[in-house]
């Protein structure tokens, strides 16, 4: 989970949220040499969004030659973060009812 946490933090950094794979690759080679502080940061973002999936979820969208995050994908890392999102958006962005729940109350289940 915390690779795929990671994809989403690269993309939301990119100039419109898209990037090729190969400039992600790179990236990805950066930070996760660079040291404990990036992979300690995201296992613990990752313990907050048990069962992510970045494309069953639709918060990253695949095209041939480049991965695009979705509004969906910044709203839930937003949330993930703890960023200031307005509560309505919460719904929106979790990927499951029983996913990430910060700052709001648990949904009731089905």
Known sequence: ???QLSI???LDGQTEGRASLEVIKQHLAILYTSGQEWT???R???ERAPGLDIF???LVVREPDV???TEEGRSFLAILEGR???TEDI???EPSPAGLMIGARARPGP
């Open 84 to 86: 200031g999102v307005a």
């Open 56 to 58: 069953g979820q639709k």
């Open 67 to 69: 991965w695009n995050i």
């Open 40 to 42: 300690g940061r995201m």
């Open 91 to 93: 719904a929106q962005a």
């Open 8 to 10: 989403l933090k690269i």
């Open 1 to 3: 989970m915390s690779f």
């Open 44 to 46: 613990r973002l990752a």
